[in-house]
C-alpha cells in the first residue's frame, strides 16, 4: 500500500464472466460488421444495399452486456488531500474523477454477519451522523483494525470498535511506528 494512497478494489472478475464479457464484445463486433458491410441476420436477397439499424442496437446491446461482466470498481482515498475518486475500469479504460471528503466524523471497525453464518469485520469512515463509507472489509480483524487506525491517524479522527455487539469501544489512536 503507497504511503499518499488508499486503494479499495472490487477485483478482478471470476474467470467465468470474462468468457460471457469476450463473448459479448465478439458478438458486437460481429453485428457492427453486419451493420457497416449491409449483411442481413436472415438474408432473403443475400448482401442488403441500405444499413440495417437493428443490427447496431445489437452491437450496442451485447457491448453493454460486455463492459456490465468485465467493469471493476475501485475507490481511491487521498488521505492527505482529503479527496477520494470512484473509478470503473474496462481493460485499460478508467472513468472517475476526484471529490472532496465530506466532514468525517469518525472511523468505525465492527463485525458483519454474512448470509451463510461467518462473519467479516469492515472498516467504515462515517459522516453526516448514519451515512458511511465502506473503506475495507476482511475475514480476519487484525487488518481491518489496521486499516481502520491508519485512516484515523491519518484523517485525526476518532477509531470506534464496534466488533462485539452493544460492546462498543473508543480506541486511542497512537501514531504507527516501522519496525
Avoid at 468468457?19 to 449483411?39: E, N
Avoid at 442496437?57 to 475501485?74: D, E
Wanted: aromatic share 18%; net charge neutral; charged share 20%.
Amino acid at each position: 500500500m503507497e504511503e499518499r494512497k488508499i486503494i479499495i478494489s472490487e477485483g478482478n472478475r471470476p474467470f467465468w464472466q470474462s468468457v460471457i464479457a469476450s463473448f459479448f464484445y465478439t458478438i458486437s463486433v460481429v453485428f457492427t460488421g453486419m451493420f457497416f458491410f449491409g449483411y442481413e441476420i436472415f438474408p432473403s436477397e443475400g448482401v442488403s444495399p441500405k444499413w440495417d439499424f437493428g443490427v447496431i442496437w445489437l452491437a450496442i446491446a451485447c457491448t453493454t452486456q460486455g463492459v456490465l461482466f468485465s467493469s471493476v470498481k475501485r475507490v481511491f482515498f487521498d488521505l492527505d488531500t482529503k479527496r477520494y475518486k470512484v473509478q470503473y475500469s474496462v481493460g485499460p479504460i478508467h472513468v472517475g474523477r476526484w471529490t472532496s471528503l465530506p466532514n468525517v466524523e469518525y472511523v468505525s471497525v465492527f463485525q458483519q454477519a454474512k448470509k451463510d453464518g461467518n462473519y467479516i469485520f469492515e472498516t467504515n469512515l462515517w459522516y453526516q451522523k448514519n451515512k458511511h463509507f465502506n473503506v475495507y472489509e476482511s475475514i480476519d480483524p487484525e487488518p481491518a483494525f489496521a486499516m481502520g487506525k491508519l485512516v484515523a491517524l491519518k484523517l485525526n479522527l476518532d477509531l470506534l470498535d464496534a466488533t462485539q455487539p452493544k460492546n462498543y469501544v473508543w480506541v486511542k489512536v497512537a501514531p504507527i511506528t516501522q519496525e
